[in-house]
Each structure stands twice: as C-alpha cells, then as structure tokens.
C-alpha cells in the first residue's frame, strides 16, 4: 500500500521569501514521486518528478525537490516565491507496479503569497 | 504540444439521471486514468485502462462503469445520479510502455447534480 502525507495543510509566504512544502510518503515499492499544482478552478499540471535517477530534482518555475529515502520526505521548495505561486499544491505517489499505476495523493497544501 | 481533452467542460444533470464523460488522451499514450475531485478534498483514483483493458480499480462506485475504446479514448458513465456525485471529474493519460510513468491532466469536467 502507498500512502502520502502533506505535513501542512496551509503555508503563507511573502513574496520574495523561500517556500517549504513538506512531504512525506509510504510505499511497499520504489516509487515514482510528483509534485502537482492546481491553481483556482484548473487542472492539474505536473511541477517535477523522481523517478529513481537524481534525488534533487528540478521542475518548472524555479521549484526543485529532494528524494531522501531515508527519512521517506519528499519536501518541496522555492528560493523565492512570487505572487503567481499562490495555488494548492498536491504531493503524489505510485507504485510502478504495472500498467495501473495509480497516483496517489497528499491531502494537498494551499500556498499563499502575500505581498 | 497535444494535452488530454476533456468534454463537456461543465455538466449539470439532476438525481436519478445519467452522464457520460469522454476523455481524450494525448497521441500515443495508451493509458488512460480517471479521478474525482469533491470539493475541498483531493484528487481520488476511480478506474485506469491500459490498452483498452481496465487495469487498477479504485474508489469508484458500482454505479459508475468506463471503458476504453480502440482509438484509445474513454468514457466514463455515471447512472443514479446522486448529489454526492457532484465534483470535478479529471482524466489523465501516461505512455506506459514507454516507461513514462507521469499523467498528464485534463482540464476536468465539473459535474452538478441538482
């Protein structure tokens, strides 16, 4: 079974600061581990993964996260938020284990930026 | 590039009533996913298909049945429609045999039922 837990279900931030989601996860496997943004009334777009290769893993805007095995985290950050960051954050797991491949995810963090 | 289409975009359907959701997946992907997002909670697995063939089962109640079809796209009908129901449908798709084994999102279907 594959669990993931949002350690903080809200994060404020002003813009400029450094953001620090943190992510920790269970899986019986190796994993393949996602970092998901959902801005207002949108989809779902993939910010970064692991997938077994480096453990400091770079994403789109400037987001970068570190695969520590042993202490099963998988924390998010940003050197420098900005306004547009302002969005829910959702960390993902699967398995790899076959063709299912199902995701799943964290209770989700709402990041807010303040000006 | 090509991303996952959704349609409709929004649905409103009243109790007891039945809906269908299509799901177009990126070209060559051959694994399709679906989620249900209620509102304030986080995405839950219901279904996945790989080359047409369901291949993980999750939350998804017995009212509900998909199926891939041969251009790969899919479907997912709701019958019984329940208010409970109400919430944002996402489908996703990977290239599995690719070894790919992120999903990229589509846009969702927002469902209410009155």
């Known amino acids: 079974a594959q669990s993931v837990t949002q350690l903080d279900s809200h994060v404020s931030v002003s813009e400029g600061t450094p953001v620090l989601l943190r992510c920790n996860y269970s899986?019986?496997?190796?994993?393949?581990l996602f970092w998901y943004v959902q801005h207002p009334n949108k989809g779902l777009q993939l910010l970064l993964k692991?997938?077994?290769?480096?453990?400091l893993v770079k994403g789109i805007n400037g987001f970068e996260a570190e695969f520590k095995k042993s202490e099963t985290s998988f924390h998010l950050t940003k050197p420098s938020a900005h306004m547009s960051d302002a969005a829910e954050y959702f960390c993902?797991?699967?398995?790899?284990?076959?063709?299912?491949?199902?995701?799943?995810f964290g209770g989700g963090t709402r990041l807010m930026v303040k000006p | 590039a090509a991303g996952v289409i959704q349609s409709p975009r929004h649905l409103i359907k009243e109790k007891r009533e039945t809906a269908t959701l299509k799901c177009y997946p990126i070209?060559?992907?051959?694994?399709v996913y679906w989620y249900q997002q209620g509102p304030g909670q986080d995405p839950q697995f219901l279904i996945s298909?790989?080359?047409?063939?369901?291949?993980d089962k999750g939350s998804i109640p017995d009212r509900f049945s998909a199926q891939q079809f041969s251009d790969y796209h899919s479907e997912l009908n709701m019958s019984s429609l329940e208010l409970g129901d109400s919430a944002l449908y996402f489908c996703?798709?990977?290239?599995?045999?690719?070894?790919?084994?992120?999903?990229?999102f589509g846009p969702g279907t927002r469902l209410t039922v009155t």
């Open positions: 996703a798709s990977s290239f599995f045999t690719s070894g790919v084994y992120e999903q990229y």
């Open positions: 899986s019986s496997y190796s994993p393949s």
């Open positions: 692991y997938t077994s290769a480096a453990t």
């Open positions: 993902v797991v699967s398995d790899r284990r076959g063709a299912g491949n199902m995701l799943t």
């Open positions: 070209p060559r992907h051959d694994t």
């Open positions: 298909f790989y080359e047409k063939m369901q291949s």
